[in-house]
Nanobody
Framework: QVQLAESGGGLVQSGGSLKLSCTASGRRIALYRMGWFRQSPGRQREFVGS????????SYADSVKGRFTVSRDNARNVVYLQMNSLKPEDTAVYYCASDQTWSNKYDYWGQGTQVTVSS
């Protein structure tokens, strides 16, 4: 079983940047697809981005493409979400998750970290 813990959230002004981390424990996540999701009040959780084995295998939601970057450091068992040019609509709780079977069914989730973007 893998445990995931997000960190790095906070309050930032519109146009600013934040880098979220997702630290895994219990298992090595090098062989898993890892994803980032977000949820804001009154809205369903939505996909943000994911990464496969390497930086060449990333996928992003249209709403963040060109602004957000998912990366991973397998030696440290950490996945990152670099968020640039933040907008107030990016305000949400951000979650990381693992897809161990590569079936787009994310099985383990972190507790989330709040990101608030002020206008």
């Amino acid at each position: 079983q893998v445990q995931l813990a997000e960190s790095g959230g906070g309050l930032v002004q519109s146009g600013g940047s934040l880098k979220l981390s997702c630290t895994a424990s219990g298992r090595r996540i090098a062989l898993y697809r890892m994803g980032w999701f977000r949820q804001s009040p009154g809205r369903q959780r939505e996909f943000v981005g994911s990464i496969g084995y390497s930086a060449d295998s990333t996928s992003y939601a249209d709403s963040v493409k060109g602004r957000f970057t998912v990366s991973r450091d397998n030696a440290r068992n950490v996945v990152y979400l670099q968020m640039n040019s933040l907008k107030p609509e990016d305000t949400a709780v951000y979650y990381c998750a693992s897809d161990q079977t590569w079936s787009n069914k994310y099985d383990y989730w972190g507790q989330g970290t709040q990101v608030t973007v002020s206008s």
